[in-house]
């Protein structure tokens, strides 16, 4: 556990330096590998509230062809568990004990494609994210129920690392998008 604690730091670290605002052409990968899973259906995303130098992932609500789209932000429950609430730009959130927004309006919603902060993730597209395991736990326990879920890691092309350390709790990633593109 002391070589994940010492990657955390790095990574988060670097993050804080160099940290950068992504352009809306940043989702055009993201964007492609929805309309080649597309179903004709509406599709629920789950996104993350971006904080300490997160991916500002919420500009991908300013996109047209995400405009009839449901998403949903985590929240936290007790016993370290995580499940997720719709919400639209404009929802009224409220702080949570780690102090990021989540929704104050709790209308649970089933993801079909999951955008997953990380503060660093390899070629293998394992992620390591701080070290609570809540992305872990829900994403292992929700694909035993519903095996359609698309999980892509959302990340700076600085974030990635040669190899690093899993044990059978983590979760593996489908993509990893960065501002160069797609990590399949």
């Given at each position: 556990?002391?070589?994940?604690?010492?990657?955390?730091?790095?990574?988060?670290?670097?993050?804080?330096?160099?940290?950068?605002?992504?352009k809306?052409?940043?989702f055009?990968?993201?964007i492609?590998?929805?309309?080649?899973k597309?179903?004709?259906r509406?599709k629920?995303?789950?996104l993350?509230?971006?904080?300490?130098?997160?991916?500002n992932?919420l500009?991908?609500?300013?996109?047209?062809?995400?405009?009839?789209?449901?998403?949903?932000l985590?929240?936290?429950?007790?016993?370290?568990?995580?499940?997720?609430?719709?919400?639209?730009?404009?929802?009224?959130?409220?702080?949570?004990?780690f102090?990021?927004p989540?929704p104050?309006?709790?209308?649970?919603?089933?993801?079909?494609?999951?955008?997953?902060?990380?503060?660093?993730?390899?070629?293998n597209k394992?992620r390591?994210?701080?070290?609570?395991?809540?992305?872990?736990?829900?994403?292992n326990?929700?694909?035993k129920?519903?095996?359609k879920?698309?999980?892509?890691?959302?990340?700076?092309?600085?974030?990635?690392h040669?190899?690093?350390p899993?044990?059978?709790?983590d979760?593996?990633?489908?993509?990893?998008l960065?501002?160069?593109?797609?990590?399949?």
């Open positions: 556990m002391d070589k994940k604690r010492l990657i955390r730091e790095k990574y988060f670290l670097k993050r804080k330096k160099f940290f950068f605002e992504i809306q052409s940043y055009k990968p993201l492609n590998i929805i309309k080649k597309n179903t004709k509406k629920n995303i789950s993350y509230y971006p904080s300490n130098f997160e991916v992932i500009k991908i609500l300013d996109i047209n062809f995400f405009k009839n789209f449901n998403f949903s985590p929240i936290i429950k007790k016993k370290q568990e995580m499940q997720f609430c719709r919400w639209k730009k404009g929802d009224i959130l409220q702080i949570n004990k102090g990021i989540e104050k309006i709790l209308k649970k919603i089933n993801p079909e494609v999951i955008l997953v902060p990380l503060l660093a993730f390899d070629k394992n390591i994210g701080y070290g609570r395991g809540y992305y872990d736990k829900f994403l326990t929700y694909l129920k519903h095996k879920l698309l999980t892509v890691g959302i990340a700076f092309s600085f974030q990635k040669h190899n690093l899993v044990d059978k709790r979760f593996k990633l489908d993509y990893i960065t501002e160069k593109g797609i990590i399949l």
